[in-house]
């Protein structure tokens, strides 16, 4: 008799925002991601906070569940859990181990490299990075360059790495300190470039002595469905920042940096699908000053969808002349 898999569900786990006071931690949560200051902490390795403040009344939680049971734990300080398919992981450094901020982010991501292959879940799919003062120091000794550095001296130990770089959000908090936290997979997702945009890992010499390693998108194909993980997405055309001091037109720049990039995903991967029939699942928009919101409020679902969960959220975009930036996930 051949085992037969239960139902075949179409992703391995799921992903929504969830009002913050009713969001639970059980058997089959992979991660529960706060985002404010001076939240409680919730004791277990599964509990994910970022110190930006939400914009919005009802502050939200995002839940990542997983279809099939969970295991979690804590090795090498580096908070896990895996459910087969997909390995989530996050750790935190305090200030005083970000003294040297290019060998910090080296030493991490070698890190949490050893602890993806000790588990079995080796490729990179997906990372955010908060980092506190993230534009403070100047020219080359910016902590975002500096961040940037060590994580490509880690990422380029591997051939061919730019190849497969994970999408990414590198954001700046007013509170202290680093936390990254990560979806690792078994196998490899597919890299997506923007083509209005030079790739990050392309980027020339002026924006720092390394490049920053991430990709503009990961597909992730599952047996039925798909997910495409957008990554911080902003006012950039080639590798120029466009629309200074012009919150407005930095949106919807934007929006058309990811609608190019959604469709670019759907050209190579799913041949004559239109971006419109691919929905966001939630999205995430950064402002660096919160009092940009009023005035951009009644673009937001012109642009991304009426129906579209948002969350909207007061961060440093690590290049000082962008005023916002916003990522997402689309199935
Ligand atoms: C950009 O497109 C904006 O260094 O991981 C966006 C997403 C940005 C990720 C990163 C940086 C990163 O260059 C900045």
Known sequence: MTAVRPDPTVRP???SYVDESVAKIDEQTLACVRFGRNLPPIDDPRS?????????????AQ????ETPVQHGIDDNINYAINGEVLFGSIRLEESDLLHIDNASFRTYVRLDRLMQKLGYPCWQR????????????GDAERYRQFSLGRHRALSLKPGFELNLPAATAIGT???????YFIAGKSPGIQVENPRQVSAFSYPREYGPRSPSFSRATLRRWAEGAHLYVSGTASIVGHASQHLDDPAMQLNEVANNIRALVQNALDHHYAGQDASECTPLGL?????DRHYLPALRSQIPQLFGAATPILCMEGDICRR???????????
Do not use: C, F
């Open 321 to 331: 002349d962008l005023l916002l930036e916003v990522e997402g996930i689309y199935a």
């Open 174 to 180: 007013h509170g202290s300190g680093l936390n990254i």
């Open 63 to 66: 839940l990542w569940r997983s």
């Open 48 to 60: 994910i906070t970022i110190e930006l403040e939400q914009l919005d009344a009802a502050p939200q």
């Open 13 to 15: 786990y799921s992903v």
């Open 127 to 138: 990372v955010w990075i908060y980092m506190a003062d993230i534009t403070q120091g100047d």
């Open 284 to 288: 995430k928009l950064y402002l660096r």
